[in-house]
C-alpha cells in the first residue's frame, strides 16, 4: 500500500492551479507585447511620430493587462469551490490559495510590465527619442525598476482581487444580487489607482488640479485597499455553499 | 479508522424551502450504511452537510465528535463521491491529471489501489473527462472514492452510470475493501434490491424527514413474505398490508407489511405456503408511499 501525504493544502492547489493561469497569461501578454511592439515600430521606427506620448511599454500597461487580469479572476472561486472542496479542502485554504494566485498573478506581470519598460528604454536610449509618458505615475523614469514594479503590481492586485470579489459576490448572491453589488464593488476596485494617483485617474487628477497624496501615503493606502477587498473576500467564501442538485 | 456520524434536529434550508427537516440519528461508525429515499427526499443534501459542501441553517452535526464544516482535521477524511463531474467543471481534465489532484490532496490515498482499480475499469488515462462515456466518468468518481481511503466514504448514486457488471465490480470491491479497510461508508441510491445485502444499517428520508433508521435485519422483519397455492396465500392475507402480490400459474407470492403471528404461520405453513424475508426495495416503497404520508 502506498499513501501520500498531505502537505499545505493551500500551497497544492496553487501548485495545481497556476500553472494553467500562467499559460493562458503567457499566451496573452506574447500577443499583446507583440501587438505593441509592431504599433511602436510603426510609429517610432518608420518615422510616424505625432505629438503623442512615446512610451509604448506605458500603453500596453494602463490598457489591456489588468482587464485581462481582473477577468481571469472572476472565476477563481467558482473553480476553487468547484474543484477543490469536493477533495476535502477548507474554504479557508481556497482563500489562501486565491490569495496566493492573485498576488502572484500580479507580481508576474508587474515584473513583466517592469521588464518591458527596461526593454523599451534599452531600445529608444541613444535614437534621441524620449521617452514620454501619457499619464502619471509614481516614477520618473523607465529605469526606476522598483517604482515601475511596485505601481504595475498594486494596480494589477487591484484589479485581480477585484475580479475575484465580483466572482465571489456572483457566486454568493446570485445573478441580480450580484448586479446590485457590481457598481460598489467596481468603485471599490478603483480606489487603489485613485489613491496612487496614477494612470487615467492621476490625468483627470491633473485635469481637475487636485494634487494627488504623496507616495509615502499612497502606496500604504492602495495596498491596505486591496488588503480591504481580499477581507471581502474571505467574508464572502467563507460559509459559500457548494450548489449542486439535489436527490 | 472509523469516525462515528451523528445529527441532531438537523435542519437545512435552500431558498427559503426546507431540505431536511429535523433530522436525528447517530451511525456509530465502521459500517456500511444505506441512505434511500425517493427523487428530492433530502439525501444528497444530507450528504453535503456531512462533506462540509453546506453549512446546516440549524441543528448539530458532527463528524467523529466534531463540527466537521470548515475543518481541516475532518474535510479530507470525509469522501463524498458523486455522480457529477460535469457539473462541477472537472470534465475539462484528463483522467490522470483528476486522480493525481486526488492523490496531492486526500492525505490516505492509495495509489497501488488505485492504479488497479484503473485497469479494473479499464479507464483510459490520457483521455479527457469529457470523452469518457457516462459509466467510464462514473467508474472514475468511483476509484476517487476508494482509492482516497477516507474514514468517511460517501457514494451518492455514484455508481449508476455503470452498466450492471461493473456494478457488481464495485459492489464486490467495495465490500472487500471495507473489509481489509474498515470504514463509515454510506451509500445513497434508489437501486435499493442491488445494494441491500451491502447494509447494516438504512436510513430512510422521505421529503425531509428521516422515516426509518434501522437495523437492515430488523427492517427486514417488518414484513414478510408469503409464497404458495393462490387460495392458501389468499387466505392468509385478511387483515395484512399487502405490499407487493406476484401470481404465476397457481402459485401466488404476496409481501405484507407486520407481525404475522405463530399461529398464523403454521397455519401458512399447514397449507404450503413459504415465508421468506421482505425485500428492503418493497418495505421503501411501501413507506414512502404517497397516499400513506
Known amino acids: 500500500m502506498t499513501t ?42 518608420l518615422g510616424e511620430r505625432t505629438d503623442e506620448s512615446t512610451s509604448h511599454a506605458e500603453l500596453l500597461a494602463n490598457s489591456s493587462p489588468r482587464f485581462f487580469l481582473g477577468s481571469l479572476a472572476l472565476i477563481v472561486t467558482s473553480t476553487l469551490l468547484a474543484h477543490y472542496l469536493p477533495m476535502g479542502v477548507t474554504r479557508r485554504q481556497l482563500f489562501w490559495a486565491g490569495t496566493t494566485l492573485a498576488l502572484g498573478g500580479a507580481a508576474v506581470a508587474a515584473a513583466v510590465i517592469a ?33 515601475v514594479f511596485l505601481e504595475h503590481f498594486i494596480a494589477l492586485a487591484a484589479f485581480m482581487v477585484l475580479g475575484w470579489l465580483i466572482g465571489s459576490v456572483f457566486g454568493r448572491y446570485g445573478g441580480w444580487g450580484g448586479l446590485g453589488l457590481l457598481l460598489p464593488c467596481l468603485l471599490l476596485g478603483l480606489l487603489p489607482e485613485a489613491l496612487l494617483g496614477v494612470g487615467w485617474v492621476g490625468q483627470a487628477y491633473d485635469a481637475l488640479g487636485i494634487e494627488p497624496l504623496p507616495t509615502a501615503a499612497s502606496v500604504p493606502l492602495g495596498i491596505a485597499a486591496v488588503a480591504v477587498m481580499l477581507l471581502l473576500n474571505h467574508r464572502l467564501m467563507r460559509d459559500m455553499p457548494l450548489r449542486r442538485p439535489t436527490s | 479508522m472509523t469516525y462515528s456520524i451523528e445529527a441532531r434536529d438537523l435542519r437545512l434550508d435552500y431558498r427559503g424551502s426546507p431540505a431536511l427537516r429535523g433530522i436525528d440519528f447517530r451511525l456509530a461508525g465502521g459500517g456500511i450504511y444505506g441512505l434511500i429515499g425517493r427523487n428530492g427526499s433530502g439525501k444528497t443534501s444530507l450528504l453535503s452537510l456531512v462533506a462540509s459542501l453546506a453549512k446546516p441553517t440549524a441543528g448539530t452535526l458532527l463528524v467523529d465528535g466534531e463540527d466537521p464544516f470548515e475543518n481541516p482535521r ?78 468517511v466514504t460517501i457514494f451518492d448514486e455514484a455508481y449508476v452510470g455503470l452498466d450492471a457488471p461493473s456494478r457488481y465490480a464495485f459492489y464486490d470491491e467495495v465490500l472487500a475493501d471495507y473489509m481489509a479497510h474498515p470504514r463509515t461508508v454510506i451509500m445513497s441510491s434508489h437501486l435499493v434490491e442491488e445494494v441491500d445485502s451491502l447494509f447494516e444499517e438504512v436510513l ?39 405490499l407487493n402480490e406476484q401470481v404465476l400459474g397457481g402459485t401466488k407470492s404476496i409481501t405484507v407489511y407486520g407481525d404475522l403471528d405463530e399461529d398464523a404461520l403454521s397455519r401458512a405453513r399447514a397449507a404450503g405456503v413459504e415465508a421468506g424475508p421482505v425485500r428492503l426495495q418493497d418495505l421503501f416503497v411501501h413507506l414512502t408511499r404517497k397516499d400513506r404520508r
Open chain 1, 4 to 45: 501520500t501525504t498531505r502537505r499545505s493544502p493551500a500551497l497544492t492547489v496553487t501548485r495545481l492551479v497556476a500553472p494553467t493561469m500562467l499559460w493562458i497569461s503567457a499566451l496573452y501578454l506574447a500577443i499583446a507585447i507583440a501587438v505593441f511592439t509592431v504599433i511602436a515600430y510603426v510609429e517610432l521606427g
Open chain 1, 115 to 147: 521588464g518591458l519598460f527596461l526593454v523599451e528604454w534599452f531600445v529608444l536610449d541613444g535614437t534621441g527619442i524620449p521617452i514620454t509618458y501619457r499619464t502619471p505615475h509614481l516614477f520618473d523614469g523607465s529605469t526606476q525598476v522598483g517604482t
Open chain 2, 74 to 151: 475532518i474535510m479530507p477524511d470525509v469522501c463524498l463521491v458523486q455522480d457529477r463531474i460535469k457539473d462541477s467543471g472537472d470534465e475539462i481534465w484528463k483522467v490522470g491529471s483528476f486522480l493525481r489532484t486526488a492523490a496531492a490532496l486526500r492525505p490516505r490515498w492509495d495509489q497501488e489501489y488505485a492504479d488497479r482499480l484503473v485497469d479494473l475499469f479499464e479507464l483510459p488515462r490520457r483521455k479527457r473527462i469529457s470523452s469518457l462515456s457516462l459509466g467510464k466518468r462514473s467508474a472514475l468518481n468511483i476509484i476517487v472514492g476508494l482509492a482516497s481511503r477516507a474514514p
Open chain 2, 204 to 242: 430512510i428520508l422521505d421529503e425531509g424527514r428521516l422515516l426509518v433508521h434501522e437495523d437492515t435485519d430488523d427492517l427486514r422483519s417488518r414484513g414478510v413474505s408469503l409464497t404458495g397455492p393462490a387460495q392458501a396465500v389468499d387466505d392468509l392475507r385478511h387483515g395484512l398490508t399487502v
